[in-house]
T-cell receptor
Framework: GEDVEQSLFLSVREGDSSVINCTYT??????LYWYKQEPGAGLQLLTYIFSNMDMKQDQRLTVLLNKKDKHLSLRIADTQTGDSAIYFC?????????????FGAGTRLAVHP | EPEVTQTPSHQVTQMGQEVILRCVPI?????FYWYRQILGQKVEFLVSFYNNEISEKSEIFDDQFSVERPDGSNFTLKIRSTKLEDSAMYFC?????????????FGDGTRLSIL
């Protein structure tokens, strides 16, 4: 079946790096995504990676994909208080056809001074 | 930057009433979606829509739900007879331009409260 798991909570000090982890079950997943949700707001697309890539870097964000272990991570360098939010990992399983997203439960990132 | 817009931001409705949630997707996108997030739970897929018809729907999307693209810009979700358990945040998303896969972009959501 299709399932995405994330740890629920992460606390980091401002200026440190944050690493948010995600595991998924569908080995045929085509795309994997990271979305950010601030309080009361919608889902903001942060970055995504195609399944034939191992890594993608976009400014402070680094996505690592380990297909063998079905593990995805999001690293945020120099974490700021504005990065405090819920981060959702999501996959598009190959069986999804029309790009149905399967979401994890979200990781709440708390950044403290 | 183009964005998906949803109205209203908050809808309060009596149980048993019909409700219509509205969305304006990004203009050159071809695929449209509705998701919902019950408080404290995961974001769940409801339905996808392409080429003026439903392309996929989840078990949640029963006969009480319908979607429509009444004109070239709006995409609506109708719940015919609302239940208490329909209370959730409903997100519209769009994606998929001509000839290439694009990620889904989400609106800010409509919070639906059923009394």
């Amino acid at each position: 079946g299709e399932d995405v798991e994330q740890s629920l909570f992460l606390s980091v000090r401002e200026g440190d790096s944050s690493v948010i982890n995600c595991t998924y079950t569908d080995s045929s997943s085509t795309y994997l995504y990271w979305y950010k949700q601030e309080p009361g707001a919608g889902l903001q697309l942060l970055t995504y990676i195609f399944s034939n890539m191992d890594m993608k870097q976009d400014q402070r964000l680094t996505v690592l994909l380990n297909k063998k272990d079905k593990h995805l991570s999001l690293r945020i360098a120099d974490t700021q208080t504005g990065d405090s939010a819920i981060y959702f990992c999501a996959e598009i399983p190959f069986s999804g056809g029309y790009n149905k997203l399967i979401f994890g439960a979200g990781t709440r990132l708390a950044v403290h001074p | 930057e183009p964005e998906v817009t949803q109205t209203p931001s908050h809808q309060v409705t009596q149980m048993g009433q019909e409700v219509i949630l509205r969305c304006v997707p990004i203009s050159n996108h071809l695929y449209f979606y509705w998701y919902r997030q019950i408080l404290g739970q995961k974001v769940e897929f409801l339905v996808s829509f392409y080429n003026n018809e439903i392309s996929e729907k989840s078990e949640i999307f029963d006969d009480q739900f319908s979607v429509e693209r009444p004109d070239g810009s709006n995409f609506t979700l109708k719940i015919r007879s609302t239940k208490l358990e329909d209370s959730a945040m409903y997100f519209c998303a769009s994606g998929g331009g001509q000839g290439e896969v694009q990620p889904q972009h989400f609106g800010d959501g409509t919070r639906l409260s059923i009394l």
